[in-house]
């Protein structure tokens, strides 16, 4: 965007003048009037004389213009009449200024309005439109500034006209950068005069009068003069007075008539042409500012109003002239001449009808602009825009291929008219001939490119991104066609000269093109980064940030396809038509376009470097320079793609990370969202490739040839001439493949730059290979990558197409031409250092004396450097992929090793060189070591050890040896596997040809180490490697003798073997031999032999490590080569041996594998390439898919182990392959394939050839782990010593099943609650290893171990909380109990063990018994034992010493059901008791009946008058129902059942079935009595009666509870009936009985109805309830005693009761209904009551005042003289008390709702809650039917009271448990007075 | 009606983002490659559409380049297909190109439906793994994606979807 000039980008604004507002003069300088010399302050730019800005491509300012030095203000051109002339008029401020210490306000004002105004708006060419700013751009000048001419003096034109001679522009230009700027600089729309107002002080009126009358005038004539320039020019002037605010404020001054005076004076408008301002503060001043902008906009866009019009008459009335003249100048239009360069014409002729209509468009377009009218702006200048297409087409349309080819000549392809291309297109400094012509149209050009940048950001400003990018494409395809730089499609046929670049372009276009879409992306950046560009300083100055997000208008949209419901055959057109988007209009982020312009300034370089090429070269001098000038160019434009590629991977990288952070946390592979910067990072790194070389070696340029023919000083002393000749030879096989790169005369610097880049950018893809596919998934650890890769890169588009041989495992299509590239960048490195470097040798051989210079250690080092990095890569290649072979090209098959062995010997060679000629001192030998960390390994490696485990041998004898087959699980067989990768491709990087120096194995042996100090220390072996933890072990049991105090350090030891094997040095012969080895197989085998750990490891160097030297000859691989490592490893513990060291548990692994690789004649340098086992990829070679088919049925078969000496036949079944073929491997090692040897073993069927073939192939057998060996992995082998054969078996006395099998009994269910045994009988197991090579009649040793046990209580699953608890003879736990020394055991013994000595102080079988008591609930018990046995062995049978490695650990768990044997059910009931009570139950502090033995008890309480009566209101009786669950005939015997009671505050067990006396607290024991044997089904019952108290109800009313926590227990005790035991069941009598157990179960809570105790109930009065108790048996004519207990439980209340006996029917009587139907039903037949009785007693009457808290008993005789049911007659009780109602509803209602969450009855909280209402309702007396049933009337229709509820408590009784009250419903129980039955 | 759209490369990328294939049908030149740089970053951008966006497979434009379009899709098995289009001046509607993908979709189901394709795998631990770019395997499903393309390139934008 630089090269354009800025006046034809920047973001247009109305121009505002604003003067006056001169910079302050100096304080010195105050007292005379002064000239205001300098005019324009400091910080706005000077304007600069004399620059026509006729060349515009030299500009070089930047548009963003973020720095403040920036200018804002576009330097003025020379036809800008000096406005800094200084000017004698002296300004009235400053003459009335007075110095003061205080710095003058109006200076200040001025000086912040300056700022403001200056700093308000910046020219950018990124200015999107804000709603709601109206910004002018200002420029400060001065008062007497001029405008410049208008017209020539002479002609009608103006001087910027092409018409004008002295135009620029004369007689054809367009438009000139100067015309805009004109517009901006030079006239404005509005004119700012910023005046101080005369402000006389003295105090005389009429004085002051005057002078500021004078002061005026000569002020309104200033003014008026301005006036009448602005006036000529339509711009409208504003004057803003600066005033005190004293004059301001003070209305006697007469302001206003001054103001009058001065309008009127100088003739200014009346609207918005006269400010006065006062000094303010800067807030204000924002504000002022803002709305003088607001108030000049309009005249400011009318003034550019005037110009379009103006503009807009010219050319429609030039279109009429254009129209009617025909076209005078069309057939030779000037441009076209101008284009033709040849028969350049003298005279252009003037400018075409198209082209005036470009200049007004464009004219119109920007007046648009400058009014903010963005719409119309952007549609002028697509009128613009077309009609220079137009321009250009005409040019080339009408004219023929002639001009065309003239535009393409003269412009595109230079060789064709000048000789030096680079010239004619490069240099703007360096013009060829017609350059005017060229210039117009060049300028032309750069109008083209600017409208369209205009038209696009005029896009972005809507946010119309789709069509600004078509715009940009738009431009970017058609243009350079119709500009004809650019010879596209369109004009091939006239190209055909040069094909090639007829199609690619040309250097211009690409030059154009990349220039095009870097302004591109630099607009799109500027618009989204919106904070980026700081469109303006705020007006008021202060650093809002409100704008921050202002500019970013461009959203980048994201393309969301909308598939459904798009209408099939309508496409729409631009952005989202029907479900689409148009790709190309689709904008992305900048990063994208950078890229782009990157990529065509790339083609420009190449571009360039073919003219380069072209031109021939010539000698002397001036070609010379002229080459360092090429150089030059060549070097700034790389250096400008590489600055377009960094852009473009910074906002790659920005836009990659920003919104997908998440979406990388997510992603598996951590270099996620990486892969775009990747990609550009790998351009960029090429693009360093570029760089030329500054100063090439001046014989380097002309060709290769002479490079190798350098004279080379060490000629005849060198022995590796040839090699060193054919490594340089050989440059151009590392090219030819993916990207080619030319490193010839490339800058040494830069290349190794790419090189280090290339280096970082192929590790990122290789750890792409490696990353995701290890993540893949886990199982491909071992043998994934083996099958299948390395494969050949990709190529997928072969040109048969059908069938591409490659596979490709990740990427390597990728990362294989950047090893190719970096191959090649490396190796011109090389060999140009190389050069260099012998060089300098020969001149310090030559001359010794200046070799410090010459010779300089930095260069040797690079030589060094990268000679290492060479052969690093070179390997790397070689485990990546290779190289391509092409046809017949098999020479070049081992080129890699070859090359390989080359740079190595190279190394060699300078090393040695160097050695002797610097330092002879530096180190013996250069090891370069090659890790794999990052790449594919070089081979495929595995191991398998063919058991996952294997024990310890104790070397019992002193005379072990290990040659001595012993134990098979003693010892264990591994192969190491290392295989060339395969490559079915045909690509080859076989390896045949390294020959190996040696392969380092290391075999390690890691395990726990114990160290003994005895009291005498002489161990030489104290420090173990690592000490984890310092165990003073002193054992429970085993501490007899611990005088020796011997102590013991656990630590980590490790062992190592390293085996080397070395080649076998037998040069000459060595091929033949191999031949006749088998060197051709396709496995060999190297047989390493027996490796021997731990006490048998003896080595005389290190006590750790060993090495073992084995030579072969095999170390060569070919293809698909694979080589055995066979051997096999044992431990031996060491206490019978010399050794010290004790070997505990461990592992045998490979520890390390390393690979020297044997340089012929290099004695220095060497390369090591340490292979990871098993590597990545690397896994034993994949079976041939033909043998499992072919071959299965001889795998296995024990002639195919050729070594069998080392592999046991154990375990090897036919069938193991067929299994782990299908089940795909169980574990997540996968498969392992151990390698049997070659076949011929079945030598019948070999008659044909295949089958020959087949029968020297190599076979595998997969190994697998079972069993215990399961979930090993194959590459490492367990090693822990012989576990003791211990068994453990449990027995339980109480299990029933004990005759069915002694040893496996399940264990009977055990009682929660008792002690349940289990016995442990721990036993030395008799079983002896039986395998097929031991020998028969060997016996096992006699051992004496020591028992410990452990035992371990899992806490119950079902029950947490419960405790259980275990015991072992005095031992007891909770959990567990540890070291239970069990004795002494006799491992083995012999058959005759009799006579062993051991046998006295040890057994054969130890047995215990374990207790187990249970608690808590029913589940499964589960105990874990664990029995530890440590061996004691007969010499040391006396030391205290064990060691934990010796222990062997047998593990068994048991399980035991447990089962409640006894379970209880409750069932409660209430009810109401009816006994009176005592009037001395009191107590609200304590329940005084609680201290009384008994409640009821006729001892009248003495005291406290102020206690509340109390009652036991509520009786629960609960029945518990006792039953046993024993299994089978499995019973109990109860010994004793008792109830212990809990005092509680509010309740109390008042009897029970059980206890005849409650009472007898003193034993807690309720009852005793035998209850005998206890068998399922049984059952016991008890019922126990607990009063309640109502203060219950009362107390707990806050907290909402009615619960009586329990009140008691029953406890039982019973023991269990063991079983019979086998053999004894003839006497079932004797039948044991276990221990005594004790089960308790606690009463269960009671929750007493709510309403029993506080009587709610329908229709009772609150606190007054009548209870009528009557037996319900009556015989006839007897007197039965009806009693009615009318007790007021109101806490203060009175109650005035009114009692009546109603005889009628029971229809009649019952008043208040509801019951009607109901006493029939509950009593079935019933008579009239007042026919049955013959009542005697009160009918109806009052009973006498009843005190809170008292009762008072009614009692009718009854005589029944009827038989059968009969219906009690109907006792009415009337609480008259009146207001009673009120309040005791509203308690009532209050009670009940409370005691709802409680549980009580729902019904009754309904019932209440209605009463509420009713209740409402009864207040206003509204006397309803439902009111009416609780009320009690009287005759006249008076309520007379409430009727109090009277309850049949014979028939009130209520379940418990809430829930199981059913039928309970106040309703129908209410009033319910029930029948007695009467009997004759 | 749009023009014909034309295939340029197909590629078909596994759940662990290696290729399975990559087919180009511009000139076998070495351009080759491009397409190969092309499906590997595109990689980029398909997961940043798959973490934000939801559950469909047609993941849209991808992006652009100076003379293909790369659209991106993705199955629900996370395999990855991805196709460049040559770069024209006309709206691409997302039916056509969610056909395309669809019926790329179908030739790889189709594909690795063989029975045989895993035979040789001897531990089927990653059933990915025997559809490498450039396997041999793919005989099968090559000629699909050609026929795709050929059909894609030859009908008009009304009867695609073969």
């Known amino acids: 965007m630089n090269s354009y000039p800025l006046e034809l980008l920047a973001q247009l604004a109305p121009v505002m003048f604003v003067a006056g507002l001169d910079s302050p003069p100096p304080p010195a300088q105050l007292t005379p009037p002064l000239p205001t010399a300098p005019s324009l302050p400091p910080q ?196 803003v007075l600066m005033a005190s605010r004293h004059l301001l404020d003070d209305a006697s001054l007469g302001l206003d008539a001054r103001l009058t005076f001065i309008r009127r004076q100088s003739g200014l408008d009346s609207r918005a042409a006269l400010f006065v301002l006062s000094p303010i503060g800067k807030e204000e001043l924002g504000e002022f500012v803002k709305s003088l902008q607001g108030a000049l906009w309009e005249p400011a866009v009318e003034y550019y109003t005037a110009h379009s019009k103006r503009v807009r008459q010219k050319r429609n009335r030039h279109q009429a002239q254009a129209q009617s003249q025909a076209r005078p100048h069309a057939p030779n239009p000037s441009l076209s001449n101008v284009v033709l360069p040849i028969p350049a014409p003298p005279k252009p002729l003037p400018l075409p009808p198209i082209g005036w209509t470009v200049r007004y468009e464009y004219k119109m377009a920007s007046f648009a602009e400058l009014r903010g009218e963005y719409e119309v702006a952007l549609k002028h200048y697509q009128d613009a825009y077309s009609a220079l297409m137009m321009l250009f087409m005409g040019l080339r349309g009408p004219g023929g291929k002639n001009a065309g080819v003239g535009v393409g000549v003269g412009m595109g392809k230079a060789p064709a008219s000048s000789s030096t291309p680079v010239q004619t297109s490069f240099s703007n400094s360096s013009p060829s001939t017609p350059t005017s012509l060229l210039k117009r ?265 002479e490079y190798d023919l350098l004279p080379n000083p060490s000629n005849d002393k060198a022995p590796d001439q040839s090699d060193e000749d054919d490594f340089f030879g050989e440059g151009d096989l590392l090219t030819g493949y993916g990207q080619t790169v030319d490193i010839q005369d490339k800058d040494p610097e830069k290349l190794a730059l790419a090189a280090r880049f290339l280096e970082r950018i192929a590790k990122s893809y290789a750890r792409e290979v490696i990353h995701s596919g290890s993540v893949s998934s886990v199982a491909t650890s071992a043998s994934t990558f083996s099958i299948l890769y390395p494969r050949r890169p990709g190529d997928a588009s072969d040109s048969d197409g059908e069938d591409d041989p490659t596979q490709s495992w990740g990427w390597p299509a990728l990362l294989v031409p950047l090893l190719q590239t970096r191959s090649a960048i490396l190796k011109g490195l090389i060999r140009r250092e190389w050069r260099e470097w012998k060089l300098s040798l020969t001149c310090s051989t030559t001359s010794p004396e200046s070799d410090e210079k010459t010779n300089p250690l930095g260069e040797k080092l690079e030589l060094a450097d990268h000679l290492e990095s060479y052969v690093r890569l070179l390997v790397e290649r070689m485990s990546v992929g290779g190289v391509k072979r092409a046809q017949g090209q098999v020479s070049k098959s081992s080129a890699l090793q070859k090359e390989l062995i080359r740079a190595l010997q190279l190394l060699n060679q300078f090393y040695l060189l160097s050695k002797s000629s610097l330092d002879p001192e530096e180190g013996p030998r250069k090891i370069i070591t090659i890790d794999h960390i990052e790449t594919q390994p070089l081979f495929d490696t595995s191991v398998i050890f063919w058991n996952g485990r294997m024990w310890i041998s104790q070397s019992r004898s002193k005379f072990l040896s290990t040659a001595q087959p012993q134990n098979p699980r003693e010892r264990t067989p591994f192969q190491l596997t290392l295989t060339t990768p395969t490559k079915p491709d045909g690509s080859d990087d076989s390896i045949d040809e390294l020959r190996w120096a040696e392969l380092r194995m290391g075999v390690k042996f890691e395990f726990e180490e114990y160290i003994t100090f005895a009291s005498s220390v002489e161990g030489e072996h104290e420090e173990p490697v690592q000490v984890d933890q310092e165990v ?164 296995g078969a024990p002639s195919a182990f050729p070594n069998a000496t080392s592999i046991p036949s154990v375990g090897i079944g036919g069938g193991g392959i067929s299994s782990t073929l299908t089940s795909g491997g169980s574990s997540v090692y996968g498969d392992a394939w151990w390698f049997t040897g070659t076949g011929g073993h079945n030598p019948d069927n070999a008659q044909d050839k295949e089958q020959i073939l087949k ?307 003193e034993n807690d024991v309720m009852d005793i009595f035998p209850l005998g044997k206890f068998l399922p089904d049984d059952r016991l019952s008890d019922i126990c009666c607990v009063g309640i108290s109502s203060y219950l109800y009362d107390d707990s009313i806050d907290d909402h509870t009615t619960e009586i926590p329990s009140l008691g227990t029953y406890t039982i005790s019973w023991r269990r009936i063991l079983p019979v035991p086998f053999g004894l069941s003839d006497n079932p009598n004797k039948s044991e009985r276990g221990s005594l157990s004790t089960t308790t179960f606690p009463l269960p809570a009671l929750q007493p109805p709510a309403n029993y105790l506080t009587e709610v109930g329908p229709g009772g009065g609150v606190g007054i309830v009548a209870l009528l108790d009557i037996a319900p048996v009556a015989k006839l004519h007897q007197p039965l005693p009806l009693t009615v207990i009318i007790r007021n439980r109101h806490p203060s209340r009175t109650a005035d009761v009114y009692v009546q006996l109603e005889m009628g029917t029971s229809g009649g009587v019952n008043t208040a209904g509801g019951a009607s139907g109901d006493p029939s039903e509950a009593t079935g037949a019933a008579g009239t009551s007042s026919q049955s009785f013959v009542i005697a007693g009160l009918r109806a009457g009052r009973v006498p005042l009843l005190l809170a808290g008292t009762e008072e008993r009614l009692t009718w005789m009854l005589i029944p003289v009827e038989c059968g049911y009969v219906q009690l007659p109907k006792v009415k009780v009337i609480d008259r008390r009146k207001g009673a109602r009120g309040t005791a509803t509203i308690l009532a209602g209050g009670s009940a709702s409370v005691s709802g969450p409680g549980g009580p009855p729902p019904a009754s909280i309904s019932g209440s809650g209605s009463k509420i209402t009713e209740l409402v309702t009864e207040e206003k007396g509204e006397l309803n039917e439902r009111g009416g049933k609780n009320m009690a009337i009287d005759a006249e229709g008076r309520v007379i009271g409430r009727e109090v509820r009277v309850v049949d408590v014979r028939l009130e009784q209520r379940k418990g448990q809430g829930h199981m009250e059913l039928v309970d419903d106040g309703e129908a129980v209410d009033n319910v007075i029930g029948s007695v039955l009467v009997l004759p | 009606m749009a023009p014909n759209l034309r295939l340029n490369a197909v590629a078909f990328i596994s759940p662990q983002n290696h290729p399975i294939l990559i087919r180009t049908f511009s000139k076998p030149d070495e351009t080759a490659i491009k397409y190969h740089y092309i499906a590997h970053t595109s990689l980029d951008v398909i997961e940043e559409r798959v973490s934000t966006k939801s559950s469909d497979c047609y993941l849209g434009l991808l992006y652009s380049m100076e003379d293909v379009a790369i659209y991106g899709y993705i199955t629900p098995l996370k395999v990855k297909i991805v196709i460049a289009l040559a770069l024209s001046d006309s709206v691409v509607r997302d039916m056509e190109i969610n056909m395309i993908f669809k019926a790329l979709h179908m030739a790889y189901y189709s594909a690795i439906s063989n029975p045989f394709l895993t035979l040789e795998e001897s531990s089927g631990h990653d059933s990915s793994r025997s559809l490498l770019a450039g396997s041999p395997k793919w005989k099968n499903l090559r000629s699909r994606i050609d026929e795709i393309a050929r059909i894609v390139g030859n009908s008009s934008g009304a009867s695609t979807g073969g």
């Open chain 1, 441 to 705: 149209w060049a300028e032309a050009k750069v109008l083209a490119d600017t409208i369209s940048i205009k038209i696009i950001k005029l896009y972005f400003y809507n946010d119309e991104s789709g069509l600004a990018l078509g715009q940009q494409r738009l431009h970017v395809g058609t243009f350079p066609v119709v500009a004809g730089f650019s010879s596209a499609s369109s004009d091939k046929d006239t190209a055909d000269q040069d094909d090639k670049e007829a199609e690619e372009g040309t250097y211009e276009y690409y030059s154009w093109l990349s220039k095009m879409w870097c302004v591109f992306a630099e607009l799109v950046v500027q618009g989204t980064q919106g904070t980026n560009i700081t469109r303006r300083v705020d007006s008021t100055n202060t650093n809002t940030n409100t704008n921050a997000n202002a500019n970013r208008t461009i959203t980048i949209p994201v393309h969301v396809p909308k598939l459904g419901g798009a209408a099939s055959g309508v496409v729409g057109i631009g952005i989202g038509g029907v479900g689409g988007v148009n790709p190309s209009h689709t904008l992305m982020h900048p990063g994208w376009y950078y890229l782009l312009a990157a990529e065509c300034a790339e083609r420009k370089v190449e571009r360039y470097l073919e003219a380069m090429r072209a031109v021939p070269r010539g000698s002397g001098e001036g070609e010379k320079e002229l080459k360092e000038k090429q150089l030059m160019q060549l070097r700034a434009l790389v250096g400008d793609v590489l600055e377009l590629y960094t852009k473009s991977y910074e906002l790659f990288k920005a836009y990659s990370s920003s919104p997908s952070s998440s979406a990388s946390a997510t992603n598996t592979s951590n270099n996620a969202n990486a892969r775009l910067p990747l990609y550009i990072a790998h351009r960029i790194a090429l693009t360093y490739t570029r760089f030329p070389d500054p100063n090439p070696p001046p014989l380097a340029t002309s060709s290769k040839n």
């Open chain 1, 44 to 239: 706005a730019p000077a304007p600069t004389h004399g620059r026509t800005q006729s060349r515009t491509h030299s500009r070089q300012q930047s548009l963003t213009a973020n720095d403040p030095n920036h200018p804002i203000n576009l330097p003025s051109s020379s036809s800008m009449p000096t406005t800094t002339t200084s000017s004698p008029s002296s300004t009235p401020a400053t003459t009335s200024t007075s110095p003061t210490p205080r710095p003058d306000p109006f200076i200040v004002l001025t000086t912040r309005l300056r700022d403001i105004l200056a700093n308000q708006r910046r020219v950018a060419v990124w200015d999107p439109p804000s709603s709601n700013d109206k910004l002018f751009h200002v420029v400060l000048v001065d008062k007497q500034v001029q405008f410049p001419p208008r017209k020539v003096s002479n002609g009608t034109h103006s001087p910027l006209s092409p018409l004008t001679p002295t135009s620029p522009l004369h007689p054809d230009g367009l438009i000139a950068p100067i015309w805009i700027r004109k517009h901006t600089m030079l006239v404005p729309a509005v004119f700012v005069l910023f005046t101080r107002l005369f402000e006389d002080t003295s105090e005389d009126v009429d004085r002051r009068n005057d002078a500021e009358r004078q002061h005026d005038t000569t002020l309104s004539s200033l003014i008026a003069s301005r006036k009448k320039l602005t006036n000529d020019r339509g711009i409208k002037l504003t004057v």
């Open chain 1, 1255 to 1561: 029968s020297s192939l190599p076979r595998w057998v997969p190994v697998t782990r079972k069993g215990n060996e399961a979930g090993f992995g194959y590459d490492c082998v367990e090693v822990s010593h012989r576990p003791h054969p211990v068994s453990i078996s449990v027995r339980f006395p109480h299990s029933h099943h004990e005759r069915s099998s002694l040893q496996t009994t399940s264990p009977g269910p055990a009682y929660v609650g008792e002690d349940y045994p289990v016995q442990v009988s721990v036993k030395g197991c008799s079983c002896r290893y039986h395998h097929h090579d031991q020998e028969p009649g060997e016996e096992e040793e006699e051992e004496l171990v020591e028992v410990v046990m452990d035992v371990l209580l899992q806490p119950v699953e079902t029950d947490v909380a419960a405790i259980n608890t275990i015991s072992i003879g005095p031992h007891q736990s909770n959990t567990m109990i540890r070291g239970i020394p069990l004795g002494l055991l006799i491992l083995h013994p012999l058959t005759s063990s009799s006579s062993s000595p051991l046998s006295s102080s040890a057994s054969l079988e130890i047995t215990q018994t374990l207790w187990i008591k249970n608690t808590g609930g029913a589940g499964d018990r589960v105990v874990d034992m664990s029995v530890r046995t440590r061996p004691i062995s007969r010499s040391k049978l006396k030391s205290s010493l064990s060691y934990p490695h010796e222990e062997a650990e047998t593990l068994k768990t048991i399980t035991i059901p447990c089962i409640e044997p006894l379970t209880i059910n409750w069932d409660v009931s209430y009810r109401r008791r009816v006994a009176r009570a005592p009037a001395g139950v009191h107590g609200k502090a304590t329940l005084s009946w609680l201290e009384e033995p008994r409640i009821g008890s006729e001892e009248p309480v003495d005291d406290d008058d102020e206690a509340q009566l109390t009652e036991v209101d509520v009786e629960a009786v609960v029945r518990a129902m006792i039953g046993c669950v024993g299994s089978d005939h499995l019973g109990v015997e109860v010994e004793k059942m008792v109830l212990r009671s809990k005092s509680s505050e509010y309740a109390q067990i008042l009897s029970s079935e059980i206890a005849s006396d409650v009472s007898q607290k």
């Open chain 1, 1032 to 1195: 003073d072990r002193v054992l429970e049991g085993a501490t007899e003798g611990a005088e020796e105090e011997p102590r013991m350090q656990i630590g980590i030891g490790t062992q190592e073997v390293q085996i080397i094997i070395l080649a076998q040095e037998d040069d000459d012969t060595e091929s033949a031999s191999e031949e006749e080895e088998g060197g051709d197989d396709a496995v060999k085998v190297i047989d390493i032999g027996h490796i021997e750990f731990g006490s048998g490891f003896t080595s005389e160097e290190k006590v750790d490590e060993k090495i073992i030297s084995v030579a072969s000859s095999m170390l060569r691989w070919k293809r698909e080569q694979t080589v055995v490592l066979s051997g096999s490893v044992g431990v031996t513990s060491g206490r019978a041996g010399g050794s010290r060291r004790n070997v505990g548990e461990g592992r045998v692994r490979i520890s390390s594998l390393l690979l020297q690789l044997n340089i012929p004649s290099s004695t220095v340098a060497n390369v090591e390439i340490p292979l990871n086992v098993p590597a990545r990829r690397g896994a034993p070679p994949p079976p041939p898919p033909y043998i499992s088919y072919s071959s299965t049925p001889y795998i």
